[in-house]
């Protein structure tokens, strides 16, 4: 009988695996550091052999993969993090394993995260959903009608890139200058307190530092210092832009904001709406912000829905 699901979230690091029943509940997870020397070409048998030790291969109906990337069609288009280029992942892990009985899919690992939510997260129940994932960068998912956006290039949902800042010029580490992720995500929350700290006088707690965290400039703005709660302020205008941006392109039933920035809880979502609201208001004076509740797990129970 084969009544297992394996989901497996490919990180820079390390290599997330969750084993899930039929009806997505999650039995069990492990992790393998990720092996990225030779263009990370050890990776597939790595994860292999990873799931063989865990469960015998014929007890698994399918097998879902996150990947930090674009992906269309379950072929990845490129993978810096992990040294790959095009890659036909579904098809070279299918000759690996060598067992046509179990099903087995890519998408990107944003993407996925949003569908985790929507899956066993705080969009359950919903069929329409972005999902920003702000961390050291910024990931995106969206899901339209429960079918997960890839596009036709695979960078549909790539929420971190959409261009929003034309004044800093912060380089994006897709090469490009003014992208959401320089500007509001954890390394954006910085990049602009710093430059707020360089261009005025006013005192700031974050003076006695020469490098602090985004958490810093966050609690800082929660007790009110000046240049922090402006920075933080400008960093959210953003994140509200790119927000209406989406609105106004798909109008989704909720919108969900992970990772690591996201534990700044409510307030965030104060600061967010205060601008987004300005943006979308001839239309929508009520929109469904919500922070995501499944946190790094979200990737695997995404690949589970992906299989599913
Ligand atoms: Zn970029």
Partial sequence: MRNYIIGIDIGGTSIKFGKFDLEGNLLDKWTIPTNKENLGESILTDIARSISENQALNTIKGIGFGVPG?????????????????????????AIINDPEIKVKAANDATIAAAGEMYKGIARGYKNVALFTIGTGVGGGIIVNKALVEGVNGVGGELGHIPVDFKHNFKCNCGNLGCLETVASATGIINIAKENLRKSKAKSLLRR?????AKKVIDYAKEGDFIAKKSLEESMRYLAQAMAA?????????????GGVSNAGPYIIELIEKYYYEMVKPFITQANFAIATLGNEAGIYGCCYLVK
């Avoid at 530092?209 to 965290?213: A, E, L, V």
């Fill in 70 to 94: 674009p992906v269309k069609h379950d072929v990845v288009i490129s993978c810096v993090n992990l040294g790959w280029g095009r890659k036909h992942i579904v098809d070279e892990f299918k």
């Fill in 209 to 213: 530092f020469n490098t602090f965290s």
């Fill in 246 to 258: 989406i609105t106004y392109t798909i109008d989704p039933e909720i919108i969900v904001i992970g």
